[in-house]
């Protein structure tokens, strides 16, 4: 009798624990689309799978669903997936095809609710929506996250007319997108972009943190970015990805779309292509639109600005300001009209910086005898009869965080990338930095100013009888006392303001062929061993270069040669850069103008 009580017992226990330890429902299940749209919900309880026309599932409840057509085509369905707010539903598509490309207003996938969103990608998917939808529409409010779990999984997503590939539709902005892996490939219907906005819509806060993405937006729209009148803004690419990101017509690469600005957007690394079609810049501003805020800090980058549009900047009409190449290797060229890196056409470049081991390739477009500025504006344009009147003005980049590893590399206006890493065009002019620390600029056995920092320096020390000098034994014959340094900067103002006399001499009387022979020949200044003008000298060259004069500054420095030019129109003022007393040394113009040594 015990035994069989025990027996009881036992079987009575296993029971217990077998009902404790199996699921009370199915997980990772299956799903053929082809029978019917799929809705795909979550919520705070559980997330639910249910298929129109499929009584075997309504509200199935599964934590893992694989949506799938077996590779079929089929058309007239749609995966819909939704989260509720502070949920995240996650979903797998494997082998998914569907075709709505014929169905108005019909979109493929459809993500909505208050949360996030993940799609992992398994096998080879191909979505295509109908007019006014994009192929993958994201309308939550959350994040929607595409992820590759197993490295073999691929998305091709098409919008229709007015629709994005993946983001919005018609009026839709594409906000929150995250592509973790995968090979993906987005394309716009017309006024849509590759990845964010449709027409009428922008990109905002789009990461591309893995994978492969090839991007291409419709006319009007960005590859990466805004829709038709949409901008691009909070774009972020990672290391470890490859992006090729393409215009349609008057889009940015990257950026806006037509009439659209591209603003924040940061390149960490990967391998990155960007082009317009025409009229916008590579990275940067659509048509009309500008590209502001935006920083390479690693990578290979390419960067080709179609028609009117430069390579990083604006778009025909656009500016290109704040933009930073810290580090890794970037091409950048402008189309016909546009510059390098700066404006479109008719734009104005600034507060360009250049720095760190950063290489930079880079070469303004030309049209006819105009040229855009490799950094700088774009050709400049009357607009009451559309003609060209002059080339784009080149401005000097700042170059003072730039270390010997780091260069620029100037190209013939028209270079293309092709000739550029081909190498079958040479560049005209590659400024390095020959500074290699801020200690270079301190003058050795003396004590600089306390106010200033090691980095703002400057290179001239002041005598206990206020004469100007470097104290350097590797250097004859350097004068030290306050009469010989003022005969000095009396005798530069002298030639400065007889200079500067001729010119308005020859402007005066319309004598335009001297006046250019003057003026492209630049003025020459010998400086022996001073190291530094005062504010009265830099505002007479200042004058000089507003007339569109370069001024050559040489001189001598720890017993070598050195030389720095001050452009012509030069963006960056020489009074703005003089200390407290009055002076700005030579080595300091180095920092902001580039320089050589001999």
Request: proline share 2%.
């Amino acid at each position: 009798m015990r035994t069989g009580i025990v027996r009881i017992i036992g079987g009575a226990t296993l029971s217990v624990l077998m009902a404790s330890y199996m699921p009370l429902y199915a997980y990772a299940d299956t799903y053929d689309i082809s029978e019917g749209s799929i809705t795909v919900s979550r919520d705070e309880t559980a997330q639910t799978v249910t298929q129109a026309g499929n009584y075997a599932v309504q509200d199935k409840e599964d934590n893992d669903p694989v949506i799938t057509s077996n590779n079929q085509e089929v058309s007239g369905v749609t995966l819909t997936i939704e989260a509720s707010s502070g949920q995240e539903a996650e979903v797998t598509i494997q082998d998914l095809n569907i075709n709505d490309s014929s169905n108005g207003h019909t979109p493929a996938i459809l993500t909505t609710g208050e949360g996030n969103v993940k799609i992992n990608l398994d096998g080879v998917n191909v979505v295509k929506s109908g007019d006014f939808c994009a192929g993958l529409q994201k309308e939550n409010e959350g994040d929607l996250i595409i992820t590759d779990n197993n490295a073999t999984g691929s998305l091709d997503a098409t919008g229709g007319d007015f629709g994005a590939g993946i983001g919005g539709g018609f009026r839709g902005s594409g906000t929150d997108i995250t592509i973790e892996g995968g090979e993906v490939t987005a394309t716009g219907g017309e006024y849509g972009a590759g990845i964010g906005g449709g027409e009428r819509g922008s990109g905002t806060d789009i990461t591309i943190e893995g994978g492969e993405v090839t991007a291409t937006g419709g006319d009007g729209g960005a590859g990466i970015g805004g829709g038709n009148e949409g901008s691009g803004t909070g774009i972020i690419i990672k290391e470890g990805t490859t992006v090729i990101a393409t215009s349609g017509y008057d889009g940015a690469g990257i950026g806006g779309g037509d009439r659209g600005d591209g603003t924040e957007i940061t390149i960490k690394g990967g391998t990155v292509t960007a082009t317009s079609v025409s009229q916008g810049a590579g990275i940067g501003g659509g048509c009309f639109g500008n590209g502001t805020d935006i920083t390479i800090e690693s990578g290979i980058i390419t960067a080709i600005g179609g028609t009117a549009g430069a390579g990083i900047g604006g778009g025909y009409e656009g500016a290109g300001t704040v933009i930073k190449i810290e580090g890794g290797t970037v091409t950048a060229t402008g189309g016909e009209w546009g510059a390098g890196i700066g404006g479109g056409s008719d734009g104005a470049g600034s507060e360009i910086t250049i720095s760190n081991d950063a290489h930079l390739m880079v070469s303004g477009g030309i049209y006819d005898q105009y040229c855009g500025a490799a950094i700088g504006e774009g050709i400049q344009v009357d607009y009451g009869d559309v003609t060209l009147t002059s080339s784009g003005r080149e401005i000097s980049p700042d170059i003072s965080l730039l270390t010997t590893d780091g260069y620029i590399k100037y190209y013939p206006a028209g270079t293309t990338v092709e000739q550029i890493k081909n190498g079958s065009v040479q560049p005209t002019k590659i400024l390095k930095s020959i500074i290699t620390s801020s200690e270079a600029l301190i003058d050795e056995g003396n004590t600089p100013h306390d106010e200033y920092a090691a980095s703002e320096v400057i290179s001239t020390t002041h005598s206990s009888s206020g004469g100007s000098y470097v104290d350097n034994s590797e250097v004859n014959s350097i004068p030290t006392s306050s009469e010989e340094f003022a005969a000095f900067l009396a005798a530069t103002n002298n030639t400065l303001e007889v200079y500067i006399k001729k010119i308005e001499a020859m402007m005066a009387a319309g004598d335009t062929e001297g006046l250019n022979a003057l003026v492209s020949k630049g003025i020459s200044l010998e400086t022996g061993n001073w190291v530094c003008f005062n504010k009265k000298t830099y505002t007479l060259i200042e004058k000089i270069s507003d007339l569109g004069v370069p001024v050559t500054i040489s001189f001598a420095y720890k017993g070598r040669r050195y030389s720095t030019v001050i452009p012509g129109k030069a963006d960056i003022r020489p009074l703005d850069l003089c200390n407290e007393e009055g002076y700005c040394g030579f080595l300091n113009l180095i920092k902001y103008y580039g320089g050589t040594q001999k």
